[in-house]
């Protein structure tokens, strides 16, 4: 495994590649890496001929208040495990590389609309910082392939429409939650619950499934469905922002028509911001 640190020496690599013809698989990351990383990169070996997984915490996605001064940096125990996982090329850029001209006047992308709802109303520039972030990634790492956990399912939405939106040549594929045996999501921010919190975050997942399992019965109950998780939540020492049954395809508002939807919450639990969500397919 190789490691760069700068655009010019991701260049030099991805130049080779495609000189030689090679296809590419690219995983964009924040680092403290857990097994839902690793699941991408597995995948993304199966797809391309060379992978690369970028390391990077983007500040611009971080609200006022939010933990990016303290959001965990692992570099070395990443590296390891990257090249544990036959990755060829990892790229761990400093703030410049990215933000050339500072982050305070740098162009942004924002995909209308979806960045507006559900963890948009809690985060205003969250997804404009993710977008704009993976924009300058994948235009530099000139992938055939990126992937994305669908734990982020907005996030993933977000990135697939910016990326047909701009037109880009890139396969976006969006991989299946990994969970913990008790059925706790994974995430780096996992880390912040104590002994206690930790102990109770699973029941976030209890509770969707039993939301999916009764819109399944009775989509006709969705505003129940979503007060209930509201409270359930509330109940049981969670701060929740949203519990809320969506179209999968669009995150719109679902109609009686819709079949393909999807169950989003959001949710403090102590000092960590917990977000999971679960498909469910209504029988025509």
């Known amino acids: 495994m190789e490691t760069v640190f700068d655009l010019a020496g991701l260049h030099r690599v991805v130049n080779q590649w495609k000189r030689e013809g090679a296809s590419i698989a690219f995983v964009p990351t924040m680092g403290n890496l857990h097994k839902g990383h690793f699941s991408l990169l597995e995948r993304a070996t199966e797809l391309a001929d060379k992978t690369v997984v970028s390391i990077f915490v983007n500040p611009i996605q971080f609200g006022k208040g939010e933990d990016y001064e303290s959001y965990p940096s692992t570099l070395e125990k990443d590296s390891a495990g990257l090249a544990d996982n036959n990755l060829d090329l990892l790229f761990a850029p400093d703030l410049k590389q990215l933000y050339p001209g500072g982050v305070d006047t740098d162009t942004r992308v924002f995909v209308p609309e979806l960045s507006n709802i559900l963890c948009g109303r809690f985060r205003p520039e969250h997804f404009s910082g993710v977008a704009t972030v993976v924009t300058k990634l994948l235009i530099n790492t000139q992938p055939d392939f990126a992937l994305f956990g669908e734990k982020d399912f907005q996030q993933l939405l977000v990135i697939k429409r910016a990326v047909s939106d701009l037109c880009m040549p890139i396969e976006i594929v969006g991989m299946p939650v990994i969970r913990e045996e008790d059925g706790l999501a994974m995430s780096s921010r996992n880390a912040y619950l104590n002994m206690t919190e930790r102990k109770q975050a699973p029941l976030i997942y209890q509770l969707l499934q039993s939301a999916a399992q009764r819109l399944r019965h009775s989509p006709d109950q969705i505003p129940a469905i979503e007060a209930e998780g509201m409270k359930a939540l509330e109940t049981?020492?969670?701060?929740?922002?949203?519990?809320?049954?969506?179209?999968?395809?669009?995150?719109?508002?679902?109609?009686?028509?819709?079949?393909?939807?999807?169950?989003?919450?959001?949710?403090?639990?102590?000092?960590?911001?917990?977000?999971?969500?679960?498909?469910v397919l209504i029988d025509s």
Not at 263 to 275: D, E, K
Request: glycine share 4%.
């Open 236 to 279: 049981n020492g969670f701060r929740p922002e949203y519990f809320s049954v969506r179209r999968t395809d669009d995150l719109a508002e679902p109609k009686a028509q819709d079949l393909r939807l999807s169950i989003l919450t959001a949710a403090w639990l102590g000092s960590a911001r917990l977000i999971d969500n679960v498909k």
